[in-house]
């Protein structure tokens, strides 16, 4: 129905999470209207990503290493290279805007494990889509007094909740979950931060 370059972008947007076809279609339809100069903005601001953006190899935090040493060859984020967060507090979270959403509420000051998805079965492929390998290792080689399970209140999230707190037990570290607060369902990186805040001290 459509040009071939059309459709291939409609389909490499289709991918982005919460992004259909529907959606994806207005995106490109959007973007052969842009002004030259704003699309060339666009190209550039997609190559500086992939060129100066870095993957932290402790956390898995996105960052870039020239807003903070200027150290090109830096492998560690902000987060985990600064010597006054808690490092016997671990929090575990799904995604980097949930990372962003705990940040924000200036209550947490320990260290942080992006997994990079959810599971919704114990299927070994299912496994796979998150980084539980490197999670235990951090776990075993840390030093943590805590561990806290900062996934959503959805199924998926509590179905990888238990994966998790089943995988570290043998560790022996205190394992604790957010409070009450949070609805049923929702996601940590739409909760206002007097909610957020509060699930984090009314943590069990």
Known sequence: MFPRSIQKLIDLFSKFPTVGPRTAARFVFYLTKLPKEKFDELLNSLKDLRQSIKVCSSCFNPFDPSESLGKAEEILCPICRNNSRDKTL???????????????????????????????????????????????????????QEVIIATNPTVEGETTALYIEREIKPFNVKITRLGQGLPAGGELEYADEETLSSALEGRK
């Open 90 to 144: 671990f929090c575990i979270v799904e995604k980097e805007t949930d990372l962003i959403a705990i940040e924000k509420t200036k209550k947490y000051k320990g260290l942080y494990f992006i997994l990079g998805g959810t599971i919704s079965g114990l299927k070994k492929n299912d496994k796979e889509k998150i980084r539980i390998e490197e999670l235990k290792q951090r776990v075993r080689n840390g030093n943590f």
